[in-house]
């Protein structure tokens, strides 16, 4: 009786976390966008800040934010001292510190901004995209899908915000991405929409003799430099400003797509797999790095999820490795191989014979 009502005190415990886990993720997004991270971070500050300190720099109330500041800590976002007869000081705890501070090249501040700009207004008219099984870009931000990049890239600092939201998460996936297959015998490659060309660096740090041009639309590529490695070494990474839709695709021996096919309805994926078919020679090779959700479509959660997030925001989905295997062999790719890795990014190679 007692294992009984352990466990269903178990499971209303978890549904109360799914009830009100949107609120952790707000807390984390108002810390971001009022810098409470970056500021605690900065050489001019004394790492250990009161509330009313803080307040004075952000321009907040005083109370606001030492509550803002002590769910920060419940969450182990901050440390925080407390002594006799002084005001409690706050300060970054490691984690914080390497991925939430701005000035950090491993940080996830740009993502959190864009989860909490975009995906949050997206999702809460999650409920419209069920019913109308179509994105809410238009309801949310008055903009279609067709005409959200250009958008997003209409001004300089604007495609530098959204490719830096990107970057945190890249730099983090593409360590393992560039490590689940051996690639050595690939000379020549091309990366898709890379974006910030965080996969790219990685590749070419993996593989000296490895020559890797990303292509992007013409604001991505303006504002490349503003993601290059710092730790001076140097890449055989080159930017190509084009439309993988419309422009014919560079000579390669290995192209990839790094979360880009989910963006895309099947038309436009037939589309895309079709030309680099063609332009791959025999011997050459398709990688592919998505959301994989396994063969049942029973998970992973951050797989599902995500797929949601997609339905809102985009014309596409995510795929299993099954759905992705037969695409690739429908259009005359065969040695299809599909790595679920367990991590944010699931990997798949095939080849052209």
């Given at each position: 009786m007692n294992n009984q009502m352990n466990i269903t005190k178990n499971a209303v415990v978890g549904i109360f976390d799914l009830i009100s886990g949107f609120q952790k993720s707000k807390v984390l997004f108002t810390a971001c966008e009022f810098g409470v991270f970056d500021i605690l971070s900065s050489k001019y500050t004394k790492?250990?800040?009161?509330?009313?300190?803080?307040?004075?720099?952000?321009?907040?109330?005083?109370?606001?934010?030492?509550?803002?500041?002590?769910?920060?800590?419940?969450?182990?976002?901050?440390?925080?001292?407390?002594?006799?007869?002084e005001q409690a000081t706050y300060s970054?705890?490691?984690?914080?510190?390497?991925?939430?501070?701005?000035?950090?090249?491993?940080?996830?501040?740009?993502?959190?901004?864009?989860?909490?700009?975009?995906?949050?207004?997206?999702?809460?008219?999650?409920?419209?995209?069920?019913?109308?099984?179509?994105?809410?870009?238009?309801?949310?931000?008055?903009?279609?899908?067709?005409?959200?990049?250009?958008?997003?890239?209409?001004?300089?600092?604007?495609?530098?915000?959204?490719?830096g939201g990107m970057h945190g998460f890249a730099m983090l996936c593409a360590k393992s991405v560039a490590r689940v297959f051996d690639l050595s015998e690939f000379k020549r490659v091309c990366d898709f929409g890379g974006g910030s060309g965080a996969l790219a660096n990685e590749l070419s740090l993996i593989y000296p003799d490895m020559s890797i041009s990303v292509l992007d639309l013409p604001p991505v590529v303006k504002v490349s430099k503003h993601f290059k490695p710092k730790d001076g070494i140097e890449r055989n990474v080159d930017y190509i400003a084009g439309d993988f839709f419309k422009n014919d695709f560079p000579e390669a021996d290995l192209y990839v797509f790094s979360l880009i096919l989910h963006n895309w309805p099947e038309e436009k994926i037939h589309l895309l797999l079709e030309k680099t078919y063609k332009a791959v020679k025999p011997g050459?090779?398709?990688?592919?790095?998505?959301?994989?959700?396994?063969d049942e479509k029973s998970g992973p959660s951050h797989a599902a999820l995500r797929c949601m997030m997609m339905l809102a925001g985009t014309e596409g989905k995510e795929r299993s490795g099954r759905e992705y295997k037969q695409l690739l062999e429908l259009h005359g790719f065969t040695d299809v191989r599909v790595k679920m890795t367990g991590q944010s990014q699931d990997v798949i190679l095939a080849r052209r014979f």
């Open positions: 790492q250990q800040m009161t509330a009313e300190q803080l307040a004075e720099v952000m321009a907040t109330d005083t109370d606001a934010t030492e509550r803002l500041l002590d769910a920060c800590v419940s969450l182990g976002l901050l440390n925080k001292y407390v002594r006799d007869d970054n705890t490691k984690l914080s510190a390497e991925y939430l501070s701005a000035d950090k090249p491993t940080s996830l501040k740009g993502l959190a901004l864009f989860a909490n700009r975009t995906t949050w207004p997206l999702m809460t008219n999650l409920e419209h995209a069920v019913r109308e099984g179509k994105d809410q870009r238009r309801r949310t931000f008055g903009v279609n899908s067709e005409k959200l990049y250009e958008k997003v890239y209409a001004e300089e600092q604007k495609t530098i915000n959204f490719i050459g090779a398709i990688l592919i790095a998505e959301h994989l959700y396994n």
